[in-house]
Each structure stands twice: as structure tokens, then as C-alpha cells.
């Protein structure tokens, strides 16, 4: 316990952190301070500094859980102080990881005993996982070539222009070659036949999405393990299939239990997925299972003795919490199929409701699919006036929403879209919500004066209208406004603006 000296003697009667002296100074931002302050203090200086922050229920940019049942957040606490890597001295953790693997093994149709156990094991997340997935093909296919006497020096993976990010990292931490499959307006996945193509005898895998970060569609993983098989007995290659399920691993097997995406295909050897998105469990949580022992190289796993017992690991962190693996068990024992079931078919009316509500605007193109992750991803039709996804985004801000704008992957980056994450937490009430503020920004949007999007002979500026008319050089001539007349304008319109709202909740108010 620390036991803090008072700044003053005065300071001792003074019970309201507000009225102390603590609050005169700002925290430390680069060097600790010489002195302790009271933990009354510090907990209300920080708590009031982490309002500032949106509220995670209203961020429709992450697909992360960000509500629990309060029985679980009180076995989180109660286990929060554990080390799970202390195996010998937590035995019922560690059995509880493994019942979760072996759960979600099962999940994924691995070809499994009834009781016998699974390869897999659980991680931070889903980059984790594909690190390790990855780490596992690229040692088997080395280990496969060394015997054959052939070079190893040049692996490589096939993947869609569309992964995340995480895919990226491994390719570039462990000197595999990724060789993307360009997406196009209109199909915004990989193309199964184009991926196949692209495979050659240094590639160590191809990796298919279910469920992409972009719109949340599911690719065609039966097309691409039956093209591979065609191609691996063609060739006398072993090409497998890793399917990143981040996102859809905890949806497909209960709203599409007959899609065939997982170990029922002869060729997928390794699936992750993250308990910390539809798995509902908060973040720091993700688990990678593998078809069967001979998928995960020996000489990765790891036996490590002094912490009072021989145990065998396969991570690339060493010391993690337990609280999130006892929390998956929780929800995996609580919900049970019925409850997951329940959830993700609620999840996926909800996106049909906000996708209802934009398509009555008339003012958008729905870019995702109806079967898939429930995301909703939609951009413009038209952007009058110029204003674009970027400003609807930003201004949705204004009432607590954070809904991203991005461009699409390589050679479809010019469509710009709006997506929204339907999580469990996110009810009909919400979505009915959500539209009704777009609808206010598109109409608020619609009001505003033209942006100026380019610059004429002159420095007059040039409208988008003035563009798409093709009458630049007009334009220049025709309009005498400096850019401090254009601000101008623009600053005369939110005053007017703000005035108006004003006058709306006087009136609110002076009616109530």
C-alpha cells in the first residue's frame, strides 16, 4: 500500500478530490513525478480524463465485444491476477482452454473422436493466431523441401488484396513473399480461380476470409479447395487452404450450418477465429485450431520445465491473463448453440433493418451481401456538391456515432464506403437511430455550399458542379469569390446553424 503524503495540512479535512490541490497540476505525460497523490485522486483525475473518450457501445467501426453479462465480468475479476502461462499452479485454467479449443474444434467439423483431443490453442487475438498458422505452413513446407533436396529459401502466400493488415505483418516479419489477388468495383474478395492461378511450388498456403474486414463477405473456400485439389493432383504439390475466420468463425456455424467452409474441406489444415468479436468475449482473446497433429510441426512447440512441470507451448508472448479464456468458457457454457444461434440471427436482422433504412434514402449503394458477417457497407450514389463518405463519417460524430469512411483495396480504391459493424450489443432501436441521424447529415450536407476542389488560372475556385460540367475555364472568369469569400460563406452558414439549433431548444424547452 502506498500511503501518500498530503500537499498541505489543510489538505487532510479536504474529503472532494475537486477541492484538493491535486487538480491544480496537469498528470505526467513524459517523467514520473517526485511525490504519491492520494488513490481517491488519482482514480477521478483519470476516470474523468477517460470521459473524453466515445462511448464503446456507439463505435460501429470495431467489430470487438464491448458488453458482457455482469456474472461474467465478476469471474473476469476474480481471475484477472492470474498468469495463465502458470499451468502447474492454475490446473483448472489450463483445463478450461483446453474444453475451448476442443469446443471450437468441434464447432469447425475437425475430424475428431468424441473424446479426443484437439490441436490448438488460444491467443491474444486473431493476429496471433495467423502468425502462428503461418509460422506452422511455412515450417512444413521448408521442412517437405529440405527432404527433397529442392530450395527453401522463397516461400511465399496467397492471399486477397482485401486482408487485414495482420497478414501483412507476417509476411514482412517472416520473409514470406504475399502474393495478393487484386479485387475490382463490384467484387471486393478474392477470386478463387485467379488465386489458384497464382500458386506455385514455393507457396506455402493460400489464405481464404470468412468474413472480410472491408464488407464483411464470406469467399467461396469450397471453389478454392476443390480448384486446389484439381491443381495439387495435376502438379504433385501440397498446396493447403488456411481459412481466416476472424469474424465469421462464431457466425456461419450457426446461421449457415450447411456452408461448407471449414475442416469438412479436405485441403483447410488451419482456421482462426476471435472470441473477442462474435465470440462475445471483450478484447485479448483469439484461438487458432489445427485439422490434426501432423498440421502443426513439432519442432515449433516448445517443453519447458521450470515452472514445476514439463509443459509444451506454441505462443509468440509468454505471460497473458487468463480472465478472457475463462470468459469464452463462460459464454460458450452459457449461451450453448441455442444462444449463439439466438444472437447471431439478431445481429443479422438488425443489418437487414439499417440496410432497409439507407436503401429508403435513396442515397446510397449497399457494397455488402445479405449472407455473411452482419456488416453494412454502403457509399454515396451521388456526392453533391462534392461532399463525400469522409464528412458524412465525421459529422455523424456529432451524435456519438463513429461509423468509418475508407477506400476499397487496390484497383477499387476509388469507391469510397461507410461501414457499420452489427455487434450483439447493437439493437433495432439503434439501427432505427442511426438512420435517422444519417438522414439529418445528409440534409444538413445538402445545405452547405459546394467545396472547392480545385484551383483555376486566377485562384478562383472550382466547384465540383463547375467540373462535372467541364466548364473550368468559365468557371475562373465567371466567379470573382476568393477562398476568404468561400470561408467566409461557409462560417455564415454554421452560425446561422448553430443559432437555429438554439432557437429549437429554447422552444423545447419554454413547451416543456
Not at 488513490?39 to 470495431?62: C, G, M, R, T, V
Not at 520445465?305 to 468458457?329: R, V
Not at 437511430?433 to 450536407?445: A, F, K, Q, T, Y
Request: proline letters at 4%.
Amino acid at each position: 500500500m502506498v500511503l501518500a503524503r498530503p500537499a498541505s495540512e489543510s489538505d487532510l479535512s479536504v474529503f472532494s478530490t475537486s477541492g484538493s490541490l491535486y487538480v491544480r497540476d496537469s498528470l505526467p505525460k513524459y517523467k514520473m513525478q517526485e511525490n504519491s497523490i492520494p488513490k481517491e485522486a488519482a482514480y477521478q483525475i483519470i476516470h474523468d480524463e477517460l470521459l473524453l473518450d466515445f462511448k464503446p457501445k456507439l463505435n460501429l467501426a470495431s467489430f470487438v465485444t464491448t458488453s458482457m453479462e455482469p456474472e461474467c465480468d465478476k469471474l473476469i475479476m476474480e481471475s484477472i491476477n492470474k498468469n495463465y502461462v502458470d499451468m502447474d499452479e492454475y490446473p483448472v485454467t489450463t483445463e478450461l482452454h483446453n474444453r475451448c479449443v476442443n469446443i471450437i474444434a468441434h464447432l469447425f467439423n475437425a475430424p475428431l473422436g468424441d473424446s479426443e483431443d484437439a490441436i490448438g490453442v488460444g491467443t491474444v487475438g486473431s493476429s496471433e493466431a495467423i502468425m502462428l498458422a503461418g509460422l506452422a505452413f511455412k515450417r512444413k513446407w521448408q521442412n517437405k523441401r529440405k527432404a527433397e533436396g529442392k530450395p527453401y529459401d522463397r516461400p511465399n502466400i496467397v492471399t486477397g488484396a482485401n486482408v487485414q493488415v495482420c497478414w501483412e505483418k507476417f509476411a514482412r516479419y517472416f520473409e514470406v513473399e504475399l502474393k495478393e489477388v487484386k479485387v475490382r468495383e463490384g467484387y471486393y474478395v478474392m477470386d478463387p480461380v485467379k488465386a489458384v492461378e497464382m500458386v506455385d511450388e514455393n507457396t506455402i498456403c493460400v489464405a481464404a476470409i470468412l468474413g472480410s474486414t472491408y464488407n464483411g463477405e464470406f469467399e467461396d473456400v469450397k471453389l478454392l479447395n476443390d480448384l486446389l485439389l484439381e491443381k495439387n493432383k495435376q502438379t504433385g504439390w501440397e498446396t493447403p487452404i488456411h481459412v481466416d475466420a476472424a469474424s465469421g468463425g462464431f457466425i456461419a456455424p450457426f446461421i449457415y450450418p450447411e456452408l461448407e467452409w471449414d475442416f469438412r474441406l479436405p485441403m483447410v489444415k488451419s482456421i482462426n477465429v476471435s472470441g473477442h468479436k462474435y465470440g462475445l468475449v471483450y478484447a485479448g482473446i483469439g484461438w487458432v485450431i489445427w485439422r490434426s497433429k501432423d498440421d502443426l510441426p513439432e519442432d515449433l512447440v516448445f517443453h519447458i520445465k521450470y515452472l514445476g512441470a514439463d509443459q509444451s507451448t506454441f505462443t509468440l508472448n509468454f505471460s497473458k491473463g487468463s480472465s478472457q479464456i475463462i470468459a469464452q468458457y463462460y459464454q460458450l457454457v452459457r449461451l450453448g448453440q441455442e444462444g449463439y444461434r439466438h444472437i447471431m440471427e439478431n445481429c443479422h436482422e438488425n443489418a437487414m433493418v439499417l440496410k432497409a433504412g439507407l436503401e429508403k434514402t435513396g442515397r446510397f449503394n449497399i457494397l455488402s451481401k445479405d449472407d455473411g458477417v452482419p456488416v453494412v457497407a454502403f457509399s454515396l450514389k451521388e456526392k453533391k456538391g462534392g461532399h463525400d463518405e469522409f464528412e458524412v463519417s465525421e459529422m455523424l460524430r456529432r451524435f456519438g456515432w463513429i461509423v468509418p469512411a475508407y477506400p476499397m483495396p487496390l484497383d477499387a480504391q476509388h469507391v469510397i464506403v461507410l461501414r457499420v459493424v452489427i455487434r450483439a450489443e447493437f439493437s433495432r432501436t439503434l439501427a432505427e437511430r442511426l438512420v435517422h441521424d444519417i438522414s439529418i447529415v445528409l440534409h444538413e450536407l445538402d445545405k452547405l455550399p459546394p467545396k472547392v476542389s480545385a484551383k483555376g488560372k486566377e485562384g478562383a475556385p472550382i466547384t465540383a458542379a463547375h467540373e462535372e460540367n467541364g466548364d473550368i475555364d468559365g468557371a475562373v472568369h465567371k466567379r470573382k469569390s476568393t477562398d476568404l469569400e468561400t470561408q467566409r460563406e461557409i462560417t455564415k452558414y454554421w452560425k446561422n446553424y448553430v443559432i437555429a439549433q438554439k432557437t429549437i431548444k429554447r422552444q423545447k424547452v419554454m413547451a416543456s
